[in-house]
């Protein structure tokens, strides 16, 4: 029962990936991206991270996505659609290489017995959290601040 | 095999999909996208090493990852949307020029 949820997930995963890899059209290839989140998403929940689930909705689902489409749309659709397809040459040159260094990476884990944990708590998570990494989320905070005042000074008109 | 080495399998797919895709791709945005799928790899793998080893700290690092990449996204939009405004540009091989 548990191997059906891995392999429905995996194979949604694998082919909005391939829409997000080969689709023409940037807004379908963004669509398909989401479609790879909400399989993450439910990858997260199977293994027991359901505050990342809910994040991975929250920010990327929702934000980030939100914001490509946005983005799309300032731009003139014929000079989006210029650059569609992909760069065949390319495609052929990098894909033996990437998809040995796959299998040369999935041997390390297939190598090493591990056990399967039970899932740590979400309360044990938020404890860690706001004690041992506070610091950590504090400058992470600054950073998400800088990186606004960063977007919007690039982005401004008169720039 | 267990199932957090299944996953593991799974974010290993994504990353190196994420990383043909910031190969092949042409358009600036979609290389961006792209970049994102590696970043969701590498979160998914540090949840399934966690699982593995019995600890929290990857759940707490792919946190962090997922802020980064908030940051990111916001800072590369508005430098592709700067870009387009200033030059015109849209795809990754009209930029041979780091200025003028």
Redesign the interface.
């Known amino acids: 029962m548990?191997?059906l949820i891995?392999i429905f997930?995996?194979l949604w995963?694998?082919i909005s990936?391939l829409g997000?890899?080969f689709l023409k059209s940037?807004v379908h290839?963004?669509l398909s991206?989401l479609s790879?989140?909400l399989a993450?998403s439910g990858?997260?929940l199977?293994?027991?991270?359901e505050?990342?689930a809910g994040?991975?909705l929250v920010?990327?689902a929702v934000?980030?996505v939100v914001?490509?489409v946005l983005?799309?749309t300032?731009?003139p659709w014929e000079?989006?659609k210029?650059?569609?397809?992909?760069?065949l040459t390319?495609?052929l040159l990098?894909?033996p290489v990437?998809?040995l260094?796959?299998l040369i990476?999935?041997s390390a884990?297939?190598e090493v017995e591990?056990?399967?944990?039970?899932?740590?708590s979400l309360e044990?998570?938020g404890k860690?959290?706001f004690s041992s990494?506070l610091l950590?989320l504090e400058v992470?905070s600054i950073?998400?601040l800088?990186?606004?005042v960063?977007?919007?000074a690039?982005?401004r008109?008169d720039? | 095999m267990s199932i957090p080495q299944a996953y593991a399998i799974i974010s290993l797919f994504l990353f190196f999909s994420g990383l043909l895709g910031i190969i092949i791709r042409r358009n600036l945005i979609l290389i961006l996208v792209s970049a994102e799928l590696m970043l969701n790899g590498v979160n998914l793998a540090l949840v399934s090493f966690d699982r593995m080893v019995g600890g929290i700290e990857g759940q707490i690092l792919s946190l962090f990852v997922l802020t980064v990449a908030a940051a990111e996204v916001a800072v590369g939009l508005a430098l592709v949307v700067a870009l387009f405004r200033l030059k015109g540009y849209e795809g990754s091989s009209e930029i041979t020029n780091l200025r003028d």
């Open positions: 548990e191997w891995v997930f995996g995963a694998f990936t997000v890899l940037p290839a963004i991206f790879v989140i993450v990858m997260f199977h293994l027991g991270a505050l990342l994040l991975q920010i990327y934000s980030i914001f490509y983005v799309i300032t731009i000079k989006v210029r650059f569609g397809k992909v760069n390319q495609l990098a894909t990437l998809i260094s796959t990476t999935s884990i297939f591990f056990k399967d944990s039970p899932p740590p044990s998570v860690s959290l990494y950590p992470a950073l998400l800088v990186a606004m960063g977007a919007i690039i982005g008109k720039a």
